[in-house]
């Protein structure tokens, strides 16, 4: 361990978009005032799942988890004032990759760019899309083509670009094991390069490998997760070696950005989780074998709503004092022949080759989606045990409860509120934008872009005209669905009942004896309207609920309000459940709530959970839910026994 010359620190960035391009672009030109060194745009769920503000599906989510951009104009406003050429620019974008890509580069153009000089990344992975994220469009196989059509242009055109960022982040999220998260996150390289090595000569693959980039988790175990992260390092640079026969040792390195972990952020005593966030940054800063080339990190309040700029400042400044007061960036590797530390990344790799092994087996990543959903959806169920059973310590949840009340959370609730008029305000943007353009050039981009798709052809050449012409979000993404069909990812929640039902006796016994009085096994239909893809607290709502005896009714995400209500009525279901965590939760219930009424089920319970403020939750309870639930109601087993209760015939005839 040795003092060097002086690294440079990583890239500094703070995941950020919301309400408007506009509002976006005063929130990016403000960020890099501060001392932040590159973008990482969020996009809302329409412009992730191909819909255009206003199409029926956005109702609600317009703005709300990211900025909307529905066509050239809204790009061109994002990066107004940003040198484009100068940026380096990552995109939290999957599906409609391909479109946002060829937006960003038309805005170059229209800058003066080089387009050659560019730098940034899209992440472009599809696969943990189908496993945790929800905002796919495409089935796997032609949604894989999508990918390697990126890459392809991207190599030829783009060559400082990252055409595809394998995203473990979401696996952790969803409830990965550190050996899980490395054998599905590596699996999905393995299929995207096996794609992409027929399409270019065979001496130019391994620059294409070294393309390839990752966006990884890193949890508040943070021994673990640094020796995850070295593990990733050794294991990709095997992968590459021994299936691909690259030499050369820079088209082998392992290279990441980083988001801290969201997933442990606790609504309970926020403030917390400033401490939680610095722990978990150390884990891929402190060892240079494994440093994050870039690193972006939540905001204390994630867990109540969306974080106001200062939040966002208070997380970028950690970094900064980390990168630019400490020594750190001084040293060579802190953990070289450290004996705990080499055994740990042993076992992981251990443990990941044996997954990975599995999944060769199956017939790599995309034949075995159904089985990593499954194996997510299991994991997480007893991460959320262990906590129930206070094995695992969480600070302020399940130990050391009691504490003062946080005066971080001001006036405001501590956390920024889109407003509600910006979705009409950006529908009136799009009706202006179609209106303006030139019909006969849109249709010609149009069928340009169709006939590419069904030949097989590259998509982003077409693309790029597409966006020029003036061709919308939604008219892009409606071609891909056209020529490749849609798909309903696997929800990882069988109708049989697991072996994790120690200490549910109490609660099977009241199902039964509801169950009995209501004449049949007590109905709970958990439903997901809108766009909202992030489905792991409906998932293990559903897990539970039928391992406590309940018939379980649960269809998947991206569900219209109409959708659920029909599905209530065919289902004869006793108790409805909403999980909403978008932040759409207002609009979204009270559509449900007024197609209940039309139905005739008024007097069907509806639960609601998600991230919701107090003030939200009153008015809720005030349209006439039921019950509604945050992060802070962690044990399920009092869920369970609320919806028993609210279904019990004895109990609403007391009423």
């Known amino acids: 361990m040795t003092q060097t010359q002086k690294d440079r620190p990583w890239l500094i960035r703070t995941y950020a978009g919301h309400s408007t391009a506009k509002a976006s672009n005063a929130l990016y030109r403000s960020n890099l005032a501060k001392g932040q060194t590159g973008l990482s745009v969020a996009f809302d769920l329409p412009t992730q799942t191909g819909y255009d503000s206003d199409h029926v599906l956005a109702r609600g989510e317009v703005g709300k988890v990211g900025v909307p951009v529905s066509h050239l104009g809204d790009m061109r406003t994002l990066f107004d004032q940003i040198p484009l050429e100068q940026m380096n620019t990552s995109m939290t974008i999957n599906a409609t990759a391909p479109w946002l890509l060829s937006l960003y580069i038309a805005v170059a153009e229209e800058q003066g760019a080089d387009v050659s000089k560019l730098q940034g990344t899209v992440q472009n992975d599809l696969i943990k899309e189908y496993l945790s994220r929800g905002t796919y469009v495409c089935p796997p196989k032609p949604s894989l083509k999508m990918i390697a059509d990126v890459a392809e242009y991207c190599y030829t055109n783009v060559p400082?670009?990252?055409?595809?960022?394998?995203?473990?982040?979401?696996?952790?999220?969803?409830?990965?094991?550190?050996?899980?998260?490395?054998?599905f996150a590596l699996a999905t390289a393995i299929a995207v390069l096996d794609e992409l090595r027929p399409r270019?000569?065979?001496?130019?693959?391994?620059?294409?490998?070294?393309?390839?980039?990752?966006?990884?988790?890193?949890?508040?175990?943070?021994?673990?997760?640094?020796?995850?992260?070295?593990?990733?390092?050794?294991?990709?640079?095997?992968?590459?070696?021994?299936?691909?026969?690259?030499?050369?040792?820079?088209?082998?390195?392992?290279?990441?950005?980083?988001?801290?972990?969201?997933?442990?952020?606790?609504?309970?005593?926020?403030?917390?989780?400033?401490?939680?966030?610095?722990?978990?940054?150390?884990?891929?800063?402190?060892?240079?074998?494994?440093?994050?080339?870039?690193?972006?990190?939540?905001?204390?309040?994630?867990?109540?709503?969306?974080?106001?700029?200062?939040?966002?400042?208070?997380?970028?400044?950690?970094?900064?004092?980390?990168?630019?007061?400490?020594?750190?960036l001084e040293f060579d590797d802190l953990f070289d022949g450290n004996p705990a530390v080499d055994a740990k990344v042993e076992e992981l790799k251990e443990g990941a080759r044996a997954e990975l092994a599995n999944l060769?087996?199956?017939?790599?990543?995309?034949?075995?989606?159904?089985?990593?959903?499954?194996?997510?959806?299991?994991?997480?169920?007893?991460?959320?045990n262990r906590i129930e059973r206070n094995e695992t310590v969480v600070v302020g949840v399940n130990k050391w409860t009691q504490g003062e009340p946080s005066p971080l959370q001001t006036e405001d609730g501590g956390i920024m509120v889109v407003d509600p008029a910006v979705e009409q305000e950006q529908i009136g943007r799009l009706e202006e934008w179609r209106s303006g353009r030139d019909d006969a050039a849109v249709a010609s981009a149009l069928a340009a872009l169709r006939e590419a798709a069904k030949s097989g052809a590259n998509v982003m050449e077409p693309s790029i005209a597409a966006a020029k012409a003036g061709v919308t979000t939604g008219e892009w993404a409606e071609e891909m669905r056209k020529a490749y069909g849609t798909y309903r990812g696997p929800t990882g929640v069988s109708g049989s009942v697991s072996n994790k039902t120690e200490g549910l006796e109490d609660i099977r016994s009241r199902v039964d004896a509801v169950s009995d009085q209501l004449g049949r096994r007590l109905k709970f239909l958990v439903g997901k309207p809108g766009l909202d893809g992030h489905s792991n607290g409906a998932e293990q709502i559903a897990f539970r609920a039928r391992d406590c005896g309940m018939d379980i009714s649960y269809e998947g995400i991206r569900l219209t309000p109409e959708e659920i209500v029909t599905s209530a009525i065919d289902d004869e279901a006793h108790v409805i459940g909403l999980s909403i965590l978008s932040g759409s939760h207002l609009p979204?219930?009270?559509?449900?709530?007024?197609?209940?009424?039309?139905?005739?089920?008024?007097?069907?319970?509806?639960?609601?959970?998600?991230?919701?403020?107090?003030?939200?939750?009153?008015?809720?309870?005030?349209?006439?839910?039921?019950?509604?639930?945050?992060?802070?109601?962690?044990?399920?087993?009092?869920?369970?026994?609320?919806?028993?209760?609210?279904?019990?015939?004895?109990e609403i005839a007391a009423e």
């Not at 050794?234 to 392992?254: H, M």
């Open 160 to 183: 400082k670009w990252n055409p595809m960022n394998v995203c473990s982040y979401h696996l952790q999220e969803a409830g990965a094991t550190p050996e899980q998260e490395l054998a």
């Open 360 to 384: 060769d087996s199956m017939g790599g990543a995309v034949a075995s989606i159904e089985y990593m959903k499954s194996r997510l959806v299991d994991s997480n169920a007893e991460r959320l």
């Open 200 to 328: 270019v000569p065979a001496e130019d693959f391994p620059a294409l490998c070294g393309r390839i980039s990752f966006f990884v988790n890193a949890g508040i175990r943070f021994v673990t997760e640094m020796c995850k992260m070295r593990a990733f390092v050794d294991l990709w640079d095997e992968i590459l070696v021994n299936r691909y026969g690259v030499t050369d040792p820079k088209s082998r390195r392992f290279r990441y950005g980083v988001q801290v972990n969201s997933l442990g952020l606790t609504e309970q005593q926020p403030e917390n989780n400033v401490y939680r966030i610095l722990i978990e940054m150390l884990a891929v800063t402190l060892s240079k074998k494994a440093r994050a080339r870039a690193v972006q990190l939540p905001a204390w309040n994630e867990a109540l709503g969306l974080p106001r700029p200062w939040d966002q400042q208070w997380s970028m400044r950690m970094q900064q004092i980390l990168a630019y007061e400490t020594d750190l």
């Open 588 to 650: 979204l219930v009270e559509d449900v709530l007024v197609r209940m009424k039309a139905a005739g089920l008024q007097n069907v319970p509806l639960i609601v959970g998600g991230i919701i403020p107090d003030e939200d939750a009153e008015r809720l309870k005030s349209m006439g839910v039921s019950k509604v639930y945050t992060p802070k109601d962690f044990e399920l087993n009092t869920i369970m026994s609320d919806i028993v209760t609210l279904a019990d015939p004895t």
